[in-house]
């Protein structure tokens, strides 16, 4: 332990996710971050934690993001204590509807991210958002079920691919492809059970980087090779940022056509 006590208090020095002592306007700058990324994450069974992110979306109507982020670390919290109990957990109440309110990224996706950046810095951590972010553009959404303990609506619900990890391509597609409108109890349900699912993986993916058996299975699309073979660092167009499949927004389809003119 790096810390000394001076005058009674406890100097700052290795002991992040403690108090650091220095007084209030001198602090040396970025000294809050001398140990990244160093929570120790736990094995969590994946079936319990997707019970809590449903719950957790619900849980005074936080979302998404709350949800995957809580099933994730809050169940590390109930379980282990400190630190993780001292998140402030409603932080993540802003991935709601793809960031307060703006579709971007599906809230649950940021949950489940933000999660592994406890742990992780990018070099480990981003083969395990790609494989949670393409395992999401690539499934048909929802799968989980949570019986009698439906807290929006009970039964079945119909399921589509969204192709991308936009909460706007993800609801609206799904609300067209079933007739549902965007604001109805089965909308914010199939969202909670998503919640669910995206938890459900987010933790698998942590326990096998954990015992060593992290590998990235979802294939890169078509589009993001094919485009990418020219659109890319050091290619003849290197004017692209991203990893999101291409073909939702260019590939001509009549949802991404022109709907400013003979448009109904
Ligand atoms: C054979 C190489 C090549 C491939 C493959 C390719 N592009 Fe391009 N693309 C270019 C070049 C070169 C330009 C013009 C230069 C620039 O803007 O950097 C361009 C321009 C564009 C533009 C700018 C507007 C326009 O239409 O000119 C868009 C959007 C675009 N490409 C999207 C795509 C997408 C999506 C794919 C995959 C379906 C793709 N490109 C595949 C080479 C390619
Ligand atoms: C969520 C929708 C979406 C996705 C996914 C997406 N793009 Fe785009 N892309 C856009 C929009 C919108 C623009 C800005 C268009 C404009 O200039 O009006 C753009 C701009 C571009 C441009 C710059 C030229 C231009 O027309 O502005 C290129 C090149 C491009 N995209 C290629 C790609 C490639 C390659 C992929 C996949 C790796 C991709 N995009 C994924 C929506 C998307």
């Known amino acids: 332990m ?8 406890l100097v700052a020095g290795g002991m992040t996710g403690q108090a650091h ?7 040396a700058r970025f000294q809050f971050e001398e140990q990244p990324f160093s929570w120790q994450p736990h094995i969590l069974d994946p079936e319990e934690c997707a019970v809590a992110a449903y719950d957790g979306y619900w849980h005074k109507g936080f979302g998404c993001g709350y949800g995957v982020f809580y099933g994730i670390v809050g169940m590390m919290a109930e379980k282990y204590g400190a630190p993780y109990n001292q998140f402030p957990f409603s932080m993540l109440e802003v991935g709601k509807s793809g960031i ?3 579709a971007t990224i599906c ?9 592994y950046a406890l742990f992780w810095g990018r070099k480990e951590r981003d083969p395990m958002v790609t494989e949670l972010y393409r395992w999401y553009e690539q499934t048909a959404f929802p799968i989980y079920n949570p019986g009698t303990a439906a807290k929006g609506f009970a039964g079945d619900l119909p399921t589509s691919i969204a192709h991308s990890p936009l909460c706007h391509v993800s609801v609206s597609k ?30 698998e993916i942590m326990n096998a980087k954990q015992t060593g058996a992290f590998v990235v299975e979802h294939k890169t699309p078509e589009s993001v090779e094919y485009c990418g073979s020219c659109h890319g660092a050091g290619k003849e167009s290197p004017i692209v940022k991203g990893k999101m ?4 927004c ?12 003979n448009h109904p």
């Open 2 to 9: 790096a810390g000394a006590v001076a005058g009674g208090t």
């Open 21 to 27: 002592a220095a007084a209030p306007g001198t602090a």
């Open 100 to 102: 307060s309110g703006w």
């Open 107 to 115: 809230g649950a996706l940021l949950g489940g991210a933000s999660a």
């Open 174 to 203: 799904w609300c067209y492809e079933t007739g549902i409108a965007e604001k109805s109890k089965e909308r914010s349900e199939r969202c909670a059970r998503i919640t669910a699912d995206v938890a459900k993986k987010a933790v």
């Open 245 to 248: 499949d291409c073909a939702p």
């Open 250 to 261: 260019h590939s001509g389809s009549e949802h991404t056509q022109d709907k400013y003119n």
